[in-house]
């Protein structure tokens, strides 16, 4: 409903520490963030996996007699966002698979561009799917392989996927960590006595006091059991393709990501964005939370007081009831209040990480002016957001991306501010601190793996799927 | 549980206007703050009062079909907070009496400190009780006085009150607004279309797009009806004393309270605070939300470089299962994360709006140390809480306040600061733009009312109340 | 819905018994078919009242947490039936008054035909009421008694009661059961152990093994403690009257009411109605459940073959889905269902206890027909039902009572039966064991106390309420 | 808990007829009694499946919007009964199969003997299982199926199952029903108006006024769409092999099942009973409602009275609290009582279907003794129950079952009677209507297909299984 994108997932897992469960819980409830609409935990006593999932935030989903009656010393834990058509209970992860010889559960954060054609192929060869998910293909995949190795059998399957996956496994005796070839989704590991961890983010590692140790590099798989860690590469090299919208917006501040502080390179986006668009303004605020790093390295470098011309309302809620007679802007306004006394007369600019159709800038700059702000100057410490995601990021479709087909000029008029201005491609780069190595599609539309006709076309809504 | 004080109640209600439900939901929800343990609205249709109340958010207690269900024009809604003991579902407001004349529904925000006194008066005489609450006795005072006029009944009723009230009532045909002499706690009028609203703060009423008018007078009640507006006197003129702890911490940044801004006044505490307190160091952090504003005008006058050092969650939920291997400090880190890679080696003046107990400061400052900050130099934008209040916040008990028994460098020794400073009380005035008007008793233990010896024994918990 | 009276009330309570609300909990349970709309229990710990009470079955309504949490050795419950303006939750009983020298419980079977006047006395002098029930005014004529004993107090309060009330009440030390001078409702006293049991019907002292031991006299008052039982006398003496309608449908088949055996007075009904009215049949068939005792006095007696034409369903639910393509009778059909393969050709005698509104009824014969039976001979083993009742049961007024208004061979038209007899009012009188001491007013309209034009006009809808 | 046999599950479709959901939701209402644990209901619109199912009765897991949500003119519904460990949610029905080409739903009453084989089979193959019923493997079969057109596939997957089954299955267009070759559950074939409804029960065809038209035959697979009917036989001819257990027990009396009344069958029972086995009584009495017909049999061929002893309670409740104070026999008295007044010193033949472990029946000799009966006589409709079921009727192991390894001399003792007498084997197929066709493994050990060692040591909890 917002105007916001929106990460898919988020994972954590933790092998042969008491209490799994409950970590798990702080995990998961740390990386809340990446997924507010389902929350999951298998555990596993050593020989039997229990479970519990269900919609809903994770200290909803969870209460103590659940989180006691997931036994074990193991377990993985997962949150999830899904579009509207699959948010179907039974999607909830983690997926597992019971079989003779055991069982298997499964959390994914990332989305795979081959999806239908492993569906189809699985589906003609007689496999039956009781869910949605792409994951589920994954579970299939691994039950048909020949080989008599589970290890092996995760290999042959991960090796049929495209696209992007960080993936936590559970078995009675295991607990497997895999990332894709090209690294586009975070995972990293930890250590928390004498037990591993595995995580989306750190911070789900600081809440539970686990020592960082360092990312799961792009292709490897770790194998955690009672011998200890092991790391194995079933997946070929590739070139790096690290999500560079996890540091501009996803993440949690607080996080190291991909061996950076989000903190740190947002602040720094912001100090570019002074360089590269300068304001005529009295004042630097932020859209809260989200733009505060940028904006407090946009008053550094700019030499502008830094202050709170909007409050972010702690008590939004999930739902609201909107009178008919209709009050404007209701939605942003329960999320965000302008403090009047601040901004009258003022010249103010606005620093925001990203605009995605425009909608709630718009909403921003009204309330603003309302407020009594003179003159309103929007700073973006991202570049235009121009091409939809098809590896782990909720997007709208390119249509409904204004930077797609609109100028800096226009965005500016359509929102209504007195000045619009990006962050530049290469400043963004350089505050995240690399040249290369990121996907950075989105911005500029060169994706690190092709993308079938079928997912966009899943996007855009059309048939032939040509937006190109 | 954490460390704070809280507000007991906030209040919200309309005349005269289309769903006047869905707007005083709204209105009770931008008032969240003041109260998160029940929430209840009562609608009146002309001839019927409906009701429902329940514990819980505003957002979880209703729904578009009980909304719906509220029928009328006019509506007063209460979010309410109460000590463990009250929160027993019956005490749950706006209280209904119903009678053969008719209704008649009050909702109130304060405390009275003869409670005990009148209640067992009406019960000598016969009244049962049917809550804990204080304000069920109001409800008895109106019912048994021999006036027949229900604004004659009112005036009898409030004239035996002593203590804080801003309160609201509503019949079929009237909606009804009194404030205490003293102004206690807040209450304002505004105008949204033809129709009168009633609110806690002007948060609520910018909310639903109404135009604040002024507050309601120390002593005054104003009577809404079809023939529009009238304001009464039926309480005897006092010596106005506006709660200031209101500005220091309760009321929202964005309200205009006793007619100034909070925000503003929060700013200026922080920059009287850094000339009464300069600290030596390399940054300004403040503990967000509340040491927010404070904060900037901490670092405005002193010319440090203004930083978010700690994290605010989102997620924070109302409740966590704490694993039995505790996890250090996990209340407070579930809330506020640290950034290391900024606080590392420097140090830093963190700014908060009070301490309590002192337990969360110190958990605070040695999250901060272990993030890696050198020096931690705290600083508070109110007096010592010295002083339990009676008349409307819930403090602990004077043993618990840590501000009571301790000196500042003894505070500073127990919360490991390297430094603590506290803006001083007349700083404080000046900054809330006034030297006189004020309820201060909690930072100068000086009551606008006497205390009668029951409710302090009811903090103290000891028989004879002799704590001063 | 269903075409049926409906008995308002059941109570039950013990005093000094281990596990007291385990046992109060069974022994409404064994009641329930006297109240399914509500259920409540409080218990006494001899120094706090507990209490839960809720909409719903006794076995939904309570769990065993819930159980555990109702301490003590003293308890009383309720089940309740109530018409549907009347069904609020705040309605369901018992009651409490706590006040600040103790707490009173109190549950009520029965129903004041001067409600009304001494709840409009109550309130012109300041008495707020919670609830819309008869029962609350108890509470306050107890409350503003000016005697400062108890038992007094509560003397006081019933001597101002007119109409039918079994009364039981709860105190942190003592247990009070009262009795209205007509003994229009039952109460029993029993024994199990050391402790002693109240209760609407003997049902529910077998059910927890006590032993009967007698009546509660109409007009006596017992107060039982830790002192054992005395027995009062607070209302006058009057001439019995008690309902027989509880003989014919309300009461358990396997109760003593009154001193009698409820199922033995039902087939003697049957057997005097066999003598009364023959039949020209081939079998005899009861409508289940409440017809079968009856039934098969009247095969005894009449030499005819027993016979179940008739199935109860044991699944009916409380509620269910009609087609919008209506299925005729689907209500009646879910509750019985015919056995065609035993009714085909036959002359078939359908005995049934009583006839409301003559709508099942007539549903009952046309789905006799339908299976295949030749003739059907319709057999009520009491009079026809003329009054409505204003003394505990729910009747419809007198204007929906087919017998009001038509005559024995109208009313088989109607439902279509090829005869139709009725037991005549002395035959009834002498299967209950007594030519007087009854309450027949349904039958006869002779109300064993003055019925103030307000309880008529209630029944009625009519203002003047002049109907006789 | 109680001692009773229990039918596994019933079904019922309706295809082509305006609210299917309504009457699916009917039909599975009148056979509740085969299923109590879990409901279930999925529509079809034409071209999508909708489903909902839930863990309890049919009128709490269904309500107003969920049923108007089920949209379509098709639809299949399910109640099922499961052991303990088979309640998991996940194992309700219909089970549904969700794939490119369409989507298949499922159905099932009845139990295959060859599950475990199949399930090893599939799952080596690389087949994920979802559940742990049976009925998963049929689903699996039909994916697999190298054929292409449905029916066929159909046919593949049924000729592997040994077992019991009446199934149920329903695509986008088409409705089928299958049964297993011995024709060991019922499955029966209604009209209503111009829908086919296929149902476990005549009594689901009467409910919603459907035409009972015939059988499903044994090995008859009927496929409905909207050209009509069609008969096919993919399943070779066998001899048909009956449950005689559901005329004896399981089948509503109102129903016709196997082209016979249940109700005139178990009232032959008791008269072939009475010859077999009279009894020096004064009364005959059923254990209602289950004995009731027999009882009524047993008292005409007898020449004795019939007359209810013993009360069956309406408010059973599902569950029930029971004091640690323990109550003889709670379970029993919850649910039957006893008319004292009636039996006191009278000779009494009780009339019951069945004896299981004969706790029950023991309890119930000591309940009619403590109500005054001088003798008790126990009279069973059915031969002694000696050996478990496999083919759809929970059972206990053969060693609790009382008649396995007890005379009829030692089970007299056991449940206290002054006498006990079975009806014989051939007494009950005579009233059955015929000599052979039945399945009575239960009495005789023969059962109609041969039993895999995996399925006995199931039900005896022994490694070999070697029971017999």
């Known amino acids: 409903m917002l105007d916001q994108l929106r990460e898919h997932c988020g994972v954590f897992g933790v092998f042969g520490a008491p209490e799994a469960a409950n970590l798990t819980y702080l995990g998961i409830h740390a990386l809340q963030?990446?997924?507010?609409?389902?929350?999951?935990?298998?555990?596993?006593?050593?020989?039997?996996?229990?479970?519990?999932?269900?919609?809903?935030?994770?200290?909803?989903?969870?209460?103590?007699?659940?989180?006691?009656?997931?036994?074990?010393?193991?377990?993985?834990?997962?949150?999830?966002y899904s579009t509207a058509g699959g948010s179907h209970p039974r999607n909830a992860q983690p997926l597992i698979a019971r079989g003779a010889e055991g069982s298997l559960a499964i959390a994914h954060n990332g989305n795979l561009v081959n999806a239908a054609q492993l569906r189809a192929r699985l589906e003609k060869a007689g496999s039956l799917f009781q869910t949605d998910t792409d994951t589920e293909s994954i579970l299939h995949l691994i039950a048909r392989s020949p080989n008599s190795d589970l290890?092996?059998?995760?290999?042959?399957?991960?090796?049929?996927?495209?696209?992007?996956?960080?993936?936590?496994?559970?078995?009675?005796?295991?607990?497997?960590?895999?990332?894709?070839?090209?690294?586009?989704?975070?995972?990293?590991?930890?250590?928390?006595?004498?037990?591993?961890a595995l995580a989306s983010e750190t911070c789900a590692l600081d809440l539970i006091e686990a020592e960082y140790l360092r990312e799961i590099e792009p292709g490897e798989m770790v194998v955690i059991d009672q011998h200890g860690l092991r790391s194995l590469r079933p997946l070929g090299p590739a070139r790096p393709a690290r999500c560079i919208f996890e540091l501009v917006y996803f993440a949690r501040p607080d996080s190291l990501l991909f061996g950076r502080s989000v903190y740190q390179v947002r602040k720094e986006s912001g100090r570019r964005l002074a360089k590269e668009h300068p304001a005529p303004a009295d004042l630097v605020i932020p859209v809260p939370d989200s733009g505060s790093p940028a904006a407090v390295g946009y008053a550094e470098a700019s030499g502008l007081p830094f202050d709170f011309g909007l409050i972010r309302g702690h008590y939004m809620g999930?739902?609201?009831?909107?009178?008919?007679?209709?009050?404007?802007?209701?939605?942003?306004?329960?999320?965000?209040?302008?403090?009047?006394?601040?901004?009258?007369?003022?010249?103010?600019?606005?620093?925001?990480?990203?605009?995605?159709?425009?909608?709630?800038?718009?909403?921003?700059?009204?309330?603003?002016?309302?407020?009594?702000?003179?003159?309103?100057?929007?700073?973006?410490?991202?570049?235009?957001?121009?091409?939809?995601?098809?590896l782990g990021i909720d997007t709208p479709t390119r249509e409904e991306l204004i930077a797609s087909a609109h100028g800096v000029e226009e965005i500016a008029r359509f929102v209504t501010a007195d000045s619009l201005g990006y962050l530049s491609l290469d400043g963004l780069r350089q505050a995240a601190g690399g040249e290369s190595g990121w996907c950075d599609a989105c911005f500029s539309g060169r994706y690190p793996i092709e993308i079938p006709p079928s997912s966009e076309s899943l996007r855009t809504g059309r048939e032939d799927g040509s937006e190109s």
């Open 33 to 80: 963030h990446r997924g507010q609409e389902s929350a999951g935990i298998v555990a596993s006593d050593g020989t039997l996996l229990r479970d519990h999932c269900a919609a809903g935030l994770v200290a909803d989903v969870f209460d103590k007699p659940i989180l006691a009656s997931l036994k074990g010393e193991s377990a993985i834990g997962h949150v999830r």
């Open 151 to 196: 290890l092996e059998r995760i290999g042959d399957a991960v090796r049929q996927l495209q696209g992007s996956f960080s993936l936590l496994m559970l078995t009675e005796k295991m607990l497997i960590g895999v990332r894709d070839p090209l690294g586009l989704r975070p995972l990293v590991l930890g250590r928390v006595n004498e037990s591993y």
């Open 318 to 390: 999930r739902t609201f009831i909107e009178p008919q007679h209709s009050i404007r802007h209701l939605g942003v306004k329960l999320k965000l209040s302008a403090v009047a006394p601040l901004l009258r007369g003022k010249r103010v600019a606005v620093v925001d990480d990203s605009i995605v159709r425009g909608t709630t800038s718009r909403k921003l700059v009204t309330m603003l002016r309302a407020a009594g702000a003179r003159e309103v100057h929007l700073r973006i410490s991202s570049p235009p957001t121009t091409w939809p995601c098809y």
